[in-house]
Nanobody
């Protein structure tokens, strides 16, 4: 499975961005998908995840109520809508896929990773 993340950029605090992650080479509709982020000098951290059907989602407390993960299995794409962005949301955002089909907050649960897209939120 190949994952291609896009949609990052520079935005002012309080603004919005939508990240996309397009998958190819596998059975996308059977995979659970996750978004993680890593800021300079920090560990990679979980952001959000969605199960294979889209019926189950999970969020880190730091983004709950501001970010929404969704998927379109017909387009082999998962999205991360980010609203009310804060400077502390600045990081490289990675999408990931797991063949288990079920939500996980652990990076080690995901077998496939995209290349990352930079999000920078200015104050």
């Amino acid at each position: 499975v190949q994952l291609q993340a896009s949609g990052g950029g520079l935005v002012q605090a309080g603004g919005s961005l939508r990240l996309s992650c397009a998958a190819s080479g596998g059975t996308f509709s059977s995979y659970a998908m996750g978004w993680f982020r890593q800021a300079p000098g920090k560990e990679r951290e979980f952001v959000a995840a969605i199960d294979w059907s889209g019926g189950s989602t999970y969020y880190a407390d730091s983004v709950k109520g501001r970010f929404t993960i969704s998927r379109d299995n017909a387009k082999n794409t998962v999205y991360l809508q980010m609203n009310s962005l804060k400077p502390e949301d600045s990081a490289v955002y990675y999408c990931a896929a797991t063949a288990t089909g079920y939500v996980s907050i652990r990076a080690t649960s995901y077998e496939y990773w995209g290349q990352g897209t930079q999000v920078t939120v200015s104050s």
